[in-house]
């Protein structure tokens, strides 16, 4: 599996493995272990809500205790880490994708998109995958992002947000 792989698959499923928007922390924290909680969180306690739990290059937002956001980050240029529940078998990966390869792939699989007119404007472009409502975000590299191109869009987001009632 590699990470273009759990990308597309977050994508058209809106889920990562078996991690999905509404399931308890508890039970994430048991398939992950314990998350790095947010710095509010540590100080406010674990009912504040809107504060991601991080286990490297995967955030997961939190709301009354359920998982109400999912988040990769990538740093273009840069090499990163995910649990091994989400890309086994890996220690580190390449974290720089290109927005025509990761459209390219989400073509390939059947995963329907459009560009999400919120997310777009100045240097970033974002899509919106259909029908699972998984946004990516894209920006022109940075000074400090060591990319093949500089003039391409990088993805440095993929996540999916539910309002938790």
């Given amino acids: 599996m590699t990470l273009m792989d759990v990308l597309v698959d977050f994508a058209r499923t809106g889920r990562i493995g078996p991690l999905h928007c509404g399931m308890p922390l508890a039970e994430a924290e048991d398939l992950l272990g314990p998350g790095r909680p947010h710095p509010a969180i540590v100080m406010k306690g674990p009912d504040i809500d809107g504060y991601p739990y991080s286990w490297d290059g995967l955030r997961l937002d939190v709301t009354r ?95 999916k947000h539910a309002d938790l009632v």
């Avoid at 880490?81 to 459209?103: C, D, F, H, N």
Wanted: charged share 15%; glycine share 8%.
């Fill in 65 to 159: 205790r359920r998982v109400s956001g999912l988040c990769i980050d990538l740093q273009p240029g840069s090499t990163t880490k995910l649990p091994p529940l989400v890309l086994p078998a890996s220690t580190t990966y390449e974290a720089t994708v290109q927005r025509e390869e990761l459209i390219t792939a989400l073509n390939d699989a059947g995963c329907g998109h459009d560009v999400n007119g919120a997310l777009t404007f100045g240097q970033q472009s974002s899509i919106l995958t259909l029908p699972a409502g998984v946004c990516a975000v894209f920006s022109l590299p940075g000074r400090d992002n060591h990319v093949p191109h500089r003039d391409r869009h990088y993805m440095c987001v993929m996540h």
